[in-house]
């Protein structure tokens, strides 16, 4: 059974730091892309970035390109999100998924196939 588990949410003001850990379980990952989404209240779910296993490739949405960072640990078997410059807007429901890895990076949450259950992450002004 496949299980991706996030922690490390919480609040934090504005220009400060958080980091995301995803504890992947159940299976092989070495062919998947792990990816990391988030959702805010009425809004649909968004990507933010995704990495091969291997760590060797990454991918960001522009809005957070030079402030989050996503990496994996494959001892550990996490994929961590580093997010420093907090802004308000950054405020959702971070959800950590597995898609199978392709030529290109999935961003549409209906290409990942494992979902973990999601960490609220606050940033206040």
């Known amino acids: 059974q496949v299980q991706l588990v996030e922690s490390g949410g919480g609040l934090v003001q504005a220009g400060g730091s958080l980091r995301l850990s995803c504890a992947a379980s159940?299976?092989?990952?070495?062919?998947?892309?792990m990816g990391w989404f988030r959702q805010a209240p009425g809004k649909e779910r968004q990507f933010v970035a995704a990495?091969?296993?291997?760590?060797?490739?990454?991918y960001y949405t522009p809005s957070v390109k030079g402030r989050f960072t996503i990496s994996t640990d494959n001892a550990k078997n996490t994929v961590a999100l580093q997010m420093n410059s907090l802004k308000p807007e950054d405020t959702a429901v971070y959800y950590c998924?597995?898609?199978?890895?392709?030529?290109?990076?999935?961003?549409?949450?209906?290409?990942?196939?494992?979902w973990g259950q999601g960490t609220q992450v606050t940033v206040s002004s």
């Open positions: 159940g299976r092989a990952f070495d062919n998947y892309c």
């Open positions: 990495i091969t296993w291997s760590g060797a490739s990454t």
């Open positions: 998924a597995a898609a199978i890895k392709r030529y290109y990076f999935q961003t549409i949450p209906r290409e990942y196939e494992y």
